[in-house]
């Protein structure tokens, strides 16, 4: 079955990195676009992010916009989202989901998988 497994996640300052990974089974990962998403406690799901299935079509949601990066590597089947610049804030659950094509897009049409998700939070 599809499994999307994150990892991490953790407490960083303000200013600070972090690379999130989410390891992809289950399903030939290179078909298919993949995403981000986050929830911070007691807020709606927010997208963050989206990539192609090739890796050469990226979308961000305009509040992460030149800080954060999303890529994939086909052949580990995984996605990454590098995270520059992190903003103070509550806890949030950042979570990978596969979309049903190939197509990257914004927003959470066509997601059909998602992960569970690491807890980030910055603080200092």
């Known amino acids: 079955q599809v499994q999307l497994v994150e990892s991490g996640g953790g407490l960083v300052q303000p200013g600070g990195s972090l690379r999130l990974s989410c390891a992809a089974s289950?399903?030939?990962?290179?078909?298919?676009?993949v995403s981000w998403v986050r929830r911070a406690p007691g807020k709606g799901r927010e997208w963050v992010s989206d990539?192609?299935?090739?890796?050469?079509?990226?979308y961000y949601a305009d509040c992460v916009k030149g800080r954060f990066n999303i890529s994939r590597d086909n052949a580990k089947n995984t996605l990454y989202l590098q995270m520059n610049s992190l903003r103070p804030g509550n806890t949030t659950v950042y979570s990978c989901a596969k979309r049903g094509g190939t197509v990257a897009t914004k927003g959470f049409e066509s997601m059909d998988y998602w992960g569970k998700g690491p807890l980030v939070t910055v603080s200092s």
């Open positions: 289950g399903f030939t990962f290179s078909s298919y676009a």
């Open positions: 990539s192609n299935s090739g890796g050469g079509n990226t």
